[in-house]
């Protein structure tokens, strides 16, 4: 979780699942106002990690919280978020 998915999170999801694919990750943006950087797409495609990197940024409307195991939040006001909107969600 970060603030436009369109950096931190989205990286941490494509190396996750490169280094990782038996765990399901996925990512989302507090709100989504720009697309995928391009600083992104450079850096992963040095990674050999381009092909994980979801197509199109998404928000956190569009996520059922309470189905994840785990909830990683880059910042405090993401999290305080994430709990508005999820409090059984605290545990994760």
């Known amino acids: 979780m970060?603030?436009?998915?369109?950096?931190?999170s989205?990286?941490?999801?494509?190396?996750?699942?490169?280094?990782?694919p038996e765990i399901e990750v996925d990512s989302a943006g507090i709100h989504v106002a720009?697309?995928?950087s391009e600083e992104v797409k450079k850096?992963?495609?040095?990674?050999?990690?381009?092909?994980?990197l979801k197509k199109v940024p998404e928000g956190l409307d569009s996520k059922q919280l309470g189905e994840y195991d785990l909830i990683?939040?880059?910042k405090p006001r993401h999290k305080e978020l994430v709990l508005s909107r999820c409090p059984e969600c605290a545990d994760k």
């Open 43 to 52: 850096y992963l495609a040095r990674e050999n990690a381009e092909q994980y």
């Open 34 to 36: 720009i697309p995928t």
């Open 72 to 74: 990683v939040a880059m």
């Open 2 to 8: 970060c603030s436009g998915n369109a950096y931190r």
């Open 10 to 20: 989205p990286v941490a999801e494509a190396l996750l699942k490169k280094f990782k």
